[in-house]
């Protein structure tokens, strides 16, 4: 079946230091989505990619969808403590739904 | 406009109990996800509906384990006889119709602990 999986699973970081995570789907995806989840919290939506080599900024987050559309990345510049939290990427799968990466928990040491 | 709103929050039961878990969709949402998470785990797909039809329950273990979305009220996933590897974070999510579609709202969850 369709698969999505993330790397790294986990990462401690520094703040200030950047924090990048890999996305990449065993199919070709019409749209891939961005969620963020902090710990005991529930996921938030934060961005959709549609088109082939899309690139969009939020303040210190840039995602990019790959130009064969498998394959996804975040990064985030100058971490914060506040970007603690686990970051899914996610794909639709068949009948709609949405196939969620494995995630990668990132952590911020101040 | 009001979230995805999922009640209980937290709950708990002894082993054999049987589990009720609800969830409101947000306002013109028509679509309704259920997903289990493990502590230190990712989203696992569980079932998909719509009102009054199950699209998708290609998740959901095949005993136990139902899931409705009736014509008035809220969606439930249901949990017979739990055990205690079904404890877990259940999550609601609803999306709308259209092109944003795939968007999917979480609501907070419930923290499901089987004794």
């Known amino acids: 079946g369709q698969q999505v999986m993330q790397i790294p699973q986990y990462q401690h970081v520094q703040e200030g230091e950047d924090f990048t995570t890999y996305c990449n789907s065993s199919?070709?995806?019409?749209?891939i989505q961005w969620y963020k989840q902090r710990p005991g919290g529930h996921p938030v939506f934060l961005i959709q990619?549609?088109?082939?080599?899309e690139v969009k900024k939020q303040k210190r987050l840039t995602f990019q969808f790959g130009e064969a559309k498998k394959n996804s990345s975040l990064h985030i510049t100058a971490t914060q403590t506040t970007d603690v939290g686990t970051y899914f990427c996610?794909?639709?799968?068949?009948?709609?739904?949405?196939?969620f990466g494995t995630g990668t928990r990132l952590q911020v040491f101040p | 406009n009001a979230g995805v709103m999922q009640n209980p929050r937290h709950l708990v039961r002894r082993r054999g109990q049987e589990a009720r878990l609800r969830c409101s969709p947000m306002?013109?949402?028509?679509?309704v996800y259920w997903y289990r998470q493990l502590p230190e785990e990712g989203l696992k797909f569980m079932v998909y509906?719509?009102?009054?039809?199950?699209?998708?329950e290609s998740g959901m273990p095949k005993e136990r384990f139902s899931a409705e979305f009736p014509k008035e009220g809220p969606s439930i996933l249901r949990i017979q006889q739990v055990v205690r590897g079904d404890s877990a974070a259940y999550f609601c999510?609803?999306?709308?119709?259209?092109?944003?579609?795939?968007?999917?709202?979480f609501g907070a969850g419930t923290r499901l602990s089987v004794l």
């Open positions: 996610a794909g639709p799968g068949d009948t709609d739904k949405l196939i």
């Open positions: 509906l719509q009102k009054e039809n199950i699209i998708d």
């Open positions: 999510a609803s999306s709308p119709i259209g092109l944003a579609k795939n968007i999917q709202y």
């Open positions: 306002k013109g949402h028509s679509h």
């Open positions: 990619l549609v088109k082939s080599g």
């Open positions: 199919t070709t995806l019409s749209n």
